[in-house]
């Protein structure tokens, strides 16, 4: 069982469902990347202007987003390693890195995509893992491909 800490933010933010979605999230992007190692994410529900901060602080970029991922660990995508993790030995448990998830993002795109929160919510947790896992589509080649194929066989287990 992986340790998925969700706490929510400096309001009381969060849909009763999220930490359920978002734990279950978790567990299949670990699932189906062959990840067995005990493994620990933190998980920080926000709204647009905790990410907007953060989003300026740890990026320079001084505008809203949906969500934002802090990976601990410089991961090859497709090929984790517990030897290139951080390690907590208290709970003997590696430790992926954080992410801020933008629920009023969520709510606003399941809503334009037409597929609701539930899904939006648990897509973002996937997209974001992934990059905890070293996965990325900063460019428009083979790593952006790799993500979306990843992506798609996650989302479509869940």
Not at 1 to 28: C, F, T
Not at 122 to 133: F, G, I, K, P
Request: proline content about 2%; overall charge negative.
């Amino acid at each position: 069982m992986n340790e998925v800490y969700v706490s929510r933010g400096k309001k009381n933010l969060g849909h009763p469902q999220s930490a359920r979605l978002i734990r279950k999230a978790v567990d299949k992007v670990l699932e189906v990347e062959k990840i067995s190692t005990h493994c620990v994410v933190s998980v920080l529900l926000c709204d647009d202007e905790e990410i907007r901060k953060a989003n300026k602080q740890f990026r320079n970029i001084d505008s809203v987003t949906d969500v934002l991922s802090f990976p601990l660990n410089d991961l090859k995508p497709g090929a984790f390693r517990e030897e290139d993790c951080e390690w907590e030995m208290e709970i003997d448990a590696a430790l992926l890195g954080d992410i801020m998830l933008n629920l009023k993002r969520c709510k606003e795109q399941g809503e334009e995509y037409g597929h609701g929160f539930n899904h939006e919510i648990q897509y973002l947790t996937v997209h974001s893992v992934l990059h905890l896992l070293g996965y990325d589509h900063t460019d428009e080649g083979e790593m952006k491909k790799q993500m979306r194929a990843r992506e798609k066989a996650v989302m479509e287990e869940l």
